[in-house]
Every structure is written in structure tokens, then in C-alpha cells.
């Protein structure tokens, strides 16, 4: 079964919109971590943060915020005043205590157009 | 400090040949992990180690894939022979223990003809 599900698989905006990307999961375990990782066209994976099951306060850095909501299993990422620097997959990944391993969504593209 | 390599960059094989791509972690990382990535999908794990133990191998596809982690630093995954559907991208990522955050490298497109 699929532990997280990325429902928007492209999204497009004008530089300096904000775009908010979706991210549902799915676990039985009460302790877990929720990843977000950022991948540009270089093809390099690049971790953005991880919140453990624990620590609902939602984050802010920079441009980027993250809005974790145990109560309807949602991790969504917002980037506000978006670049075109921005444009890359987003993929939101699950990992389970015990598991150790990363399980990724799909991932939804973004493109920036200037 | 240095993140992850991995080599080649890309790769292009006839198929029933074989092919071998390298890892380096990030120095102190006891954690390391190959990904598969096809396109359009997010990596799926192949392996991870701890330490020179494979800790999770139940992913990888063991008649045709073998991987090894000598001394506990660099890796090396190998497919023989390889198949056209193995063309993807082949990701490799190191943490410092199984519960932290991984860094990816930039990966090994692997193209099989």
C-alpha cells in the first residue's frame, strides 16, 4: 500500500506566487519521521527537513514553511515568493521506527516561470 | 565537507552485460543505502548497510544484483547481466545512524540498450 501519496504531480506558477505542495501519509506507528527532499534537474536529492511524530509545531526557514496536521495524516510545504531557482521535484518521503528506510511519494514537479 | 559520490555519473550498457557503480559516503556515516529511481517515481530502497552489515536486502533483487560495503565506507552495487527494464537511476545516500536524515548523491543514470 502506498505510505504517501503526492497528489499534485505538476504544478506551475509565476515567479513570486506561493505554491503549497501536498503531502498525505499513511502509518500504524506512532513514532515516525516525515521528510521533505528537493530534486533539481542536477539529479541530487537535497534534504529540506525532518519532523518526527512527536513535534506538530509547525516550521519555518526562509522561504520555505511546513505544516504538519496529525489529525488528518497531512506534512504539506509551502514556498512563499517562489524563484525560478525553486523549480525542481518535490518529494515527501515516511520512515518508520525500525524500518530505518525512506518511503518516497511520487513527487510533484514544479516549475517557476519568470 | 564533501557529500556523497557516486560514479559513473552515467552509464550505458548493452543488455546481459555487466555494470558496477561506486559510493563514497559522507566520512562518519555509519548508514548507507542504494535507491532505485524510475522515472517519474520516487527512489525505492535497495539495500541498506550498517556499518558492513546489510541490515535490509529484502528489496533487492538478488539474482542479478549483488552489492558489498567493505570496511564499512565505500560500496559497491553490481548487476549481472543487466535487463532493459534496469535503466533508471541508481541512488546512493548515507546517514549517521538508521534514524537521521540521508544525503543523497547525485546518482548513476543507467541506460541499457
Known amino acids: 500500500a502506498q505510505k504517501v501519496t503526492q497528489a499534485q504531480t505538476e504544478i506551475s506558477v509565476v515567479e513570486k506566487e506561493d505554491v503549497t505542495l501536498d503531502c498525505v501519509y499513511e502509518?500504524?506507528?506512532?513514532?515516525?519521521?516525515l521528510f521533505w527532499y528537493k530534486q533539481p534537474p542536477s539529479g541530487e536529492l537535497v534534504f529540506l527537513i525532518r519532523?518526527?511524530?512527536?513535534?506538530?509545531q509547525n516550521e519555518i526557514s526562509g522561504r520555505y514553511s511546513w505544516n504538519f496536521q496529525k489529525s488528518t495524516s497531512s506534512f504539506n510545504f509551502t514556498i512563499t515568493a517562489s524563484q525560478v531557482v525553486d523549480s525542481a521535484v518535490y518529494f515527501c518521503?515516511?520512515?518508520?521506527?525500525?524500518?530505518?528506510?525512506?518511503?518516497f511519494g511520487a513527487g510533484t514537479t514544479v516549475t517557476v516561470r519568470a | 565537507e564533501a557529500g556523497v559520490v557516486q560514479s559513473p555519473r552515467y552509464k550505458i550498457i548493452e543488455k546481459k552485460q555487466p555494470v558496477a557503480f561506486w559510493c563514497n559516503p559522507i566520512?562518519?556515516?555509519?548508514?548507507l543505502y542504494w535507491y532505485l529511481q524510475n522515472l517519474g517515481q520516487g527512489p525505492e530502497l535497495l539495500i541498506r548497510?550498517?556499518?558492513?552489515?546489510?541490515?535490509?536486502d529484502s528489496q533487492l533483487p538478488k539474482d542479478r544484483f549483488s552489492a558489498e560495503r567493505l570496511k564499512g565506507v565505500d560500496s559497491t552495487l553490481k548487476i549481472q547481466p543487466a535487463e532493459l527494464g534496469d535503466s533508471a537511476v541508481y541512488l546512493c545516500?548515507?546517514?549517521?545512524?538508521?534514524?537521521?536524515?540521508?544525503?543523497f548523491g547525485q546518482g548513476t543514470r543507467l541506460t541499457v540498450v
Open positions: 518521503a515516511l520512515s518508520e521506527v525500525g524500518d530505518y528506510k525512506l518511503s
Open positions: 545516500a548515507s546517514s549517521e545512524t538508521g534514524n537521521t536524515e540521508a544525503f
Open positions: 566520512s562518519g556515516h555509519n548508514t
Open positions: 502509518t500504524r506507528d506512532t513514532t515516525y519521521y
Open positions: 519532523r518526527n511524530s512527536f513535534d506538530e
Open positions: 548497510y550498517e556499518n558492513e552489515e546489510a541490515v535490509d
